[in-house]
């Protein structure tokens, strides 16, 4: 049957996920075919990437949100949009999305030092060729091979170096080790049987006991990597196995202070127990990659290859499981990462960044990620309906199907928190320094009885808050004809009831891909870095002490802010929240008030006991010296409060609301995820980064992944394997 | 409304992500993206490459992959245009597809040649060969002297039950060397190599002679390998064969 009429489509919610999807439905190329609405409960676009402006029009965030160098789709849609945008308006402020972000290359770990206090190890990491979201020009370029390679590339780096510092009087040999084997190996033109002698050789005589022996092993390992199949499973295993065994035999026994000296072991350890479980695990040659492996836990598994609890409670892993906040049930003695997706993530984002490793925003995430997609996707058609709450997705009635007929959703039932004056749309942005951003409270002037709603203190975001002023149920056919749920994982229990009620794997789904609260903190000082006494360039910085374990330099958004006195240095905290036994439901309305106290007192402790370790001029005798705190209220006049009272006029919350809570990829749970592509309801499909969509950790490209994968599903564009990374070992 | 005006989703082609990377090809092209290598990424940064090995390597290899980029993109295009045939226009089309078909099975053949081409030249650069292990010889020292292939002519017997095509490269060489070739690769790993080839005396002669034998069994693809001094073990030459379907 031809279809004359545009294919509405309903989206719920306008996250990343969301977002992209309605951005590859209505690009002209589609010539109009799509009609696109999203629904959006509150004020503003980017579910929990969504920020605001408050006080001093200081940027407010959900957390802290970093974009990493390998995020390949998200960057390309985002450089898309802006370009989009600046052929209509070239004056715009951040036309060119290069001006919208500032490189970070400089990040660190930190470790109790052996005597005492902490070692912050940071590195600047080097800035790779081209830009993210730049078209690929190899035709394979993510190979479990090449990343093996690359690893004993760097093991053979790191080894050198620490042969060079154990024992002077090798260092002779080393160097000509080093000249012979750091760069030109000559072993590439090699044969493979000449190789595999070789391998033999080495493994036969006890060379690997030498350290040239072990440096030529290394060498040769690169190589075999790159053409695996040439060789006998069993040899390879052995030879690994045998490098592995002679490197600890070298320096496992080391006793040493130095912390250097300690975290290079640490790094090559890790990354020795990898190479021997990709070979034990035979990752190279099993069609489902990495996924084999994510029934074990990560740190469990690189034990079971041979790691030292040394290494797997290093600085590294905590940075990490930190960065993924891989804390089940927001409890850190419950660490919780699926072993494959973690070293996907690791391997893509050492390994496969491009420009930074690191892309900070140069304003609030709304500002820079979700303002011009709106403005884009309005400028397409599409339309955005704010204050709408899903409360019920409605399935057709089984016993009415057809013969071969698939299941289908029915009708959208949704609370309408707000109606609009006048009846038109909601304006949500408002101009700072000229930039369109978002607020962080509704105009309640453009919303009928907004005043009472104001006075009422009605939270629009929260899970807590049901209050509505009408409802409204679209229906198939007459108001859509296809769905995308786009209002993450904790939202499913509360709004597919009746899809929990039939469908086994959707309810192994909500119970297998948890989710975890956390907690952000954000603080405006009058004393820049180095007086507070960080006298290294402006970082990012992980692996700190629990709750706050995740440090960000922002000083970079000053200038972005309204200040009547500028501060001088910006930092955001964030990491888990643990949750109570029992999450209250939504009856509970103090609940969210209360988490947030508890951050409050999370956050003061945390200053008045920790933060000394990094920024040692904040803090004296008595604590934090919370006159450093820059109340926007002040202006001048005098302090309004003194003491631990200045932390109010700071920034935190409590991400309790089901649908900000972080999506996690514990160990034996993926497997659980639903793939956007799943045709079971063939009117509906979902799209998040909790969803089946090649890369399952809670993050934006993850998102931006599954949004692109919902749009095939419905438009069978984009190709999938223009979806960088879907494909991938 | 009826039912029947309900819109449906089509099943898309796959529904997984494919996770074991050894045979996979990406095409680059959707959406009026710019084929690769036309367009470069804004590098400021730009640190100058090293002419090492491995970036010889990896020049000869993007190249390759570039051109097999390239052959894809064009079976693509030959396939659109098929599909897009109109009636009353047989002739044009068909010339026209024939051409692209003939650059496409020449394209293939030359890929072979090319990635071992870079292989050969990257061995045999006088600049690259500083501080390579092994203490061989320079490529340039003479093998020690045996009866062998010296340029001139080379018999080949194939034993196939289907039609193999063999591109055998062996430029000539200053002294004379046995040849020897090791097993031969298809790109896709799950194929089995091709073992049964290697050089001998030709029945009742002195002179060498190529041996190909393909299993019954043996996948249709394009196999290939490098033929080496069986002294040195230096690279001489390189063989291709296509097992047709």
Same mark, same amino acid.
């Given at each position: 049957?031809?279809?004359?009429?545009?294919?509405?489509?309903?989206?719920?919610?306008?996250?990343?996920?969301?977002?992209?999807?309605?951005?590859?439905?209505?690009?002209?190329?589609?010539?109009?075919?799509?009609?696109?609405?999203?629904?959006?409960?509150?004020? @503003?676009?980017?579910?929990?990437?969504?920020?605001?402006?408050?006080?001093?029009?200081?940027?407010?965030?959900?957390?802290?949100?970093?974009?990493?160098?390998? *995020?390949?789709?998200?960057?390309?849609?985002?450089?898309?949009?802006?370009?989009?945008?600046?052929?209509?308006?070239?004056? @715009?402020?951040?036309?060119?999305?290069?001006?919208?972000?500032?490189?970070?290359?400089?990040?660190?770990?930190?470790?109790?030092?052996?005597?005492?206090? $902490?070692?912050? $190890?940071?590195?600047?990491?080097?800035?790779?060729?081209?830009?993210?979201?730049?078209?690929?020009?190899?035709?394979?370029?993510?190979?479990?091979?090449n990343y093996l390679a690359r690893a004993a590339a760097l093991l053979r780096s790191l080894l050198l170096g620490l042969y060079t510092w154990k024992t002077e009087e090798e260092s002779g040999e080393l160097r000509e080790l080093s000249r012979r084997y750091g760069q030109a190996s000559g072993l590439r033109e090699a044969p493979p049987e000449s190789i595999a002698a070789s391998m033999r050789r080495l493994l036969k005589l006890g060379m690997l006991t030498t350290a040239a022996g072990l440096i030529e092993a290394l060498a040769l390992l690169e190589v075999v990597l790159k053409s695996i199949p040439t060789y006998p499973e069993n040899l390879l295993l052995r030879f690994v196995e045998g490098i592995v065994s002679a490197i600890r035999a070298h320096f496992e026994g080391f006793v040493t202070e130095d912390d250097e000296f300690r975290m290079k072991w640490q790094i090559i350890d890790l990354v020795s127990a990898i190479l021997v479980g990709a070979f034990r695990h035979r990752l190279l040659l099993d069609p489902r990659g990495l996924d084999a492996i994510n029934d074990y836990e990560c740190r469990e598994w690189i034990r079971q290859n041979g790691a030292s609890e040394s290494s797997l409670n290093s600085a590294f892993m905590r940075g990490l499981y930190d960065l993924a906040l891989a804390y089940e049930d927001g409890d850190p003695s419950k660490p919780g990462l699926a072993a494959g997706q973690g070293l996907r993530g690791a391997v893509r984002m050492f390994f496969t960044y491009r420009g930074s490793m690191f892309w900070k925003m140069r304003a609030g995430m709304g500002d820079i990620i979700f303002t011009p997609f709106y403005q884009v996707l309005a400028k397409r058609g599409a339309k955005v309906k704010f204050f709408h709450r899903l409360e019920n997705i409605k399935l057709a009635d089984p016993a009415k199907l057809a013969p071969g007929e698939r299941?289908?959703?029915?009708?959208?039932?949704? #609370?309408?928190?707000?109606?609009?004056?006048?009846?038109?749309?909601?304006?949500?942005?408002?101009?700072?320094?000229?930039?369109?951003?978002?607020?962080?409270?509704?105009?309640?002037?453009?919303?009928?009885?907004?005043?009472?709603? @104001?006075?009422?203190? $009605?939270?629009?975001?929260?899970?807590?808050?049901?209050?509505?002023?009408?409802?409204?149920?679209?229906?198939?056919?007459?108001?859509?004809?296809?769905?995308?749920?786009?209002?993450?994982?904790?939202?499913?229990?509360?709004?597919?009831?009746?899809?929990?009620?039939?469908?086994?794997?959707?309810?192994?789904?909500?119970?297998?891909?948890?989710?975890?609260?956390?907690?952000?903190?954000?603080?405006?000082?009058?004393?820049?870095?180095?007086?507070?006494?960080?006298?290294?360039?402006?970082?990012?910085?992980?692996?700190?002490?629990?709750?706050?374990?995740?440090?960000? #330099?922002?000083?970079?958004?000053?200038?972005?802010?309204?200040?009547?006195?500028?501060?001088?240095?910006?930092?955001?905290?964030?990491?888990?929240?643990?949750?109570?036994?029992?999450?209250?439901?939504?009856?509970?309305?103090?609940?969210?008030?209360?988490?947030?106290?508890?951050?409050? @007192?999370?956050?003061?402790?945390?200053?008045?006991?920790?933060?000394?370790?990094?920024?040692?001029?904040?803090?004296?005798?008595?604590?934090?010296?919370? #006159?450093?705190?820059?109340?926007?209220?002040?202006?001048?006049?005098?302090?309004?409060?003194?003491?631990?009272?200045?932390?109010?006029?700071?920034? $935190?919350?409590?991400?309790?609301?089901?649908?900000?809570?972080?999506?996690?990829?514990?160990?034996?749970?993926?497997? *659980?995820?639903?793939?956007?592509?799943?045709?079971?309801?063939?009117?509906?499909?979902?799209?998040?980064?909790?969803?089946?969509?090649?890369?399952?950790?809670?993050?934006?490209?993850?998102?931006?992944?599954?949004?692109?994968?919902?749009?095939?599903?419905?438009?069978? *564009?984009?190709?999938?394997?223009?979806?960088?990374?879907?494909d991938h070992p | 409304m009826t039912k029947q005006e309900r819109l449906h989703r089509q099943d898309p082609k796959r529904a997984e992500p494919i996770r074991n990377m050894t045979g996979y090809l990406r095409n680059s092209h959707s959406w009026g993206e710019t084929p690769p290598g036309e367009e470069s990424g804004k590098d400021g940064e730009g640190a100058k490459a090293q002419e090492t090995v491995d970036d010889v390597l990896t020049h000869g290899v993007n190249l390759g992959y570039k051109i097999i980029d390239e052959h894809i993109l064009q079976g693509r295009r030959v396939a659109d245009e098929l599909r897009q045939h109109r009636l009353g226009d047989e002739k044009g089309t068909g010339s026209e597809v024939n051409a692209l078909v003939a650059r496409l099975l020449g394209v293939t053949k030359d890929v072979g040649a090319l990635w071992l081409d870079s292989l050969e030249m990257a061995v045999k650069s006088p600049r690259l060969l500083t501080g390579l292990v092994g203490g061989g010889r320079h490529p340039g020292e003479a093998a020690a002297a045996s009866p062998g292939v010296a340029g001139g002519n080379l018999s080949i017997e194939v034993a196939s039950v289907r039609r193999t095509q063999v591109t055998l490269n062996l430029p000539p060489a200053p002294q004379a060397y046995t040849p020897q070739v090791h097993a031969l690769h298809a790109v896709d790993p799950a194929f089995p190599p091709l073992t049964g080839v290697s050089f001998q005396a030709a029945a009742g002669s002195r002179r060498p002679a190529l041996l190909v034998e393909i299993p019954d069994a043996q996948p249709p693809s394009t196999y290939t390998g490098v033929v080496v001094d069986k002294e040195t073990n230096e690279p001489v030459g390189s063989l291709v064969i296509r097992v047709l379907a």
């Open positions: 049957m031809k279809i004359e009429r545009p294919v509405k489509v309903a989206i719920i919610g306008t996250g990343c996920a969301s977002a992209v999807t309605a951005f590859e439905l209505t690009r002209p190329e589609h010539r109009g075919k799509y009609e696109v609405t999203l629904y959006q409960l509150g004020w @503003r676009m980017g579910g929990k990437g969504a920020s605001g402006r408050g006080p001093a029009d200081r940027i407010e965030e959900h957390g802290l949100h970093i974009w990493l160098g390998f *995020y390949e789709n998200a960057f390309r849609l985002l450089r898309e949009c802006y370009a989009e945008l600046g052929r209509d308006d070239p004056g @715009r402020r951040f036309a060119n999305w290069q001006d919208a972000f500032v490189r970070e290359p400089h990040i660190g770990v930190v470790d109790p030092s052996s005597s005492g206090g $902490w070692v912050a $190890w940071t590195s600047l990491f080097p800035p790779a060729p081209g830009l993210p979201g730049d078209p690929l020009t190899t035709h394979n370029p993510f190979a479990l091979s299941p289908y959703v029915e009708a959208l039932e949704f #609370d309408v928190q707000a109606k609009i004056k006048g009846g038109g749309d909601y304006n949500p942005l408002v101009d700072v320094k000229g930039l369109a951003c978002w607020p962080s409270a509704p105009d309640f002037d453009q919303l009928q009885d907004g005043e009472t709603m @104001r006075r009422e203190d $009605w939270d629009f975001e929260s899970h807590w808050d049901r209050r509505k002023v009408d409802t409204l149920t679209l229906r198939v056919v007459d108001d859509f004809d296809f769905v995308v749920f786009g209002a993450s994982v904790g939202a499913v229990p509360h709004t597919c009831k009746e899809i929990l009620a039939r469908d086994a794997r959707w309810r192994d789904m909500v119970r297998h891909v948890k989710t975890v609260a956390s907690q952000a903190v954000q603080l405006w000082m009058g004393e820049d870095m180095r007086q507070l006494g960080w006298a290294a360039p402006s970082v990012t910085l992980s692996a700190f002490v629990k709750p706050f374990d995740t440090w960000a #330099d922002m000083e970079h958004l000053i200038v972005e802010e309204t200040w009547p006195t500028e501060p001088k240095a910006i930092a955001y905290f964030c990491n888990v929240l643990a949750d109570p036994p029992v999450t209250p439901d939504h009856s509970d309305t103090d609940y969210p008030a209360r988490r947030r106290d508890e951050v409050r @007192r999370n956050a003061i402790h945390f200053l008045n006991h920790h933060i000394g370790h990094l920024w040692p001029a904040a803090v004296d005798d008595n604590g934090f010296r919370w #006159d450093l705190l820059v109340d926007s209220a002040e202006s001048g006049r005098g302090p309004r409060a003194r003491g631990e009272a200045r932390f109010d006029s700071q920034y $935190w919350r409590a991400n309790v609301n089901p649908t900000d809570r972080y999506v996690q990829a514990l160990p034996g749970t993926l497997k *659980y995820r639903i793939s956007p592509l799943d045709n079971t309801y063939d009117n509906l499909t979902i799209t998040g980064d909790w969803t089946d969509c090649g890369f399952s950790n809670g993050c934006v490209e993850a998102a931006v992944m599954s949004g692109r994968l919902a749009a095939h599903a419905i438009s069978h *564009y984009p190709p999938l394997e223009d979806i960088i990374g879907y | -």
